[in-house]
């Protein structure tokens, strides 16, 4: 029966270790972990409140992985 598991086909791997990737840091994890447990979209005031960091840390961090290109193509309000 063990001759019949096979690793994960390639795109698959690629996906995956993307979602990893986004969580390779600690402030990430934290930032990630915060959304799952609040369960509504938050504001990075909120998020720079919840986390001991200050916005221009907590920005990149929320911008990272698949939310990356609409981060990257909405300028943040001064106000934030």
Known sequence: M??????LDRETAEKYAAWFKALADGTRVQVVSLLARRGTPMTVKEIVAAVPVGQSTAVPHACTGSTRTACSASPLPPTW
Do not use: E, I
């Open 2 to 7: 063990m001759n019949d598991v096979r690793p």
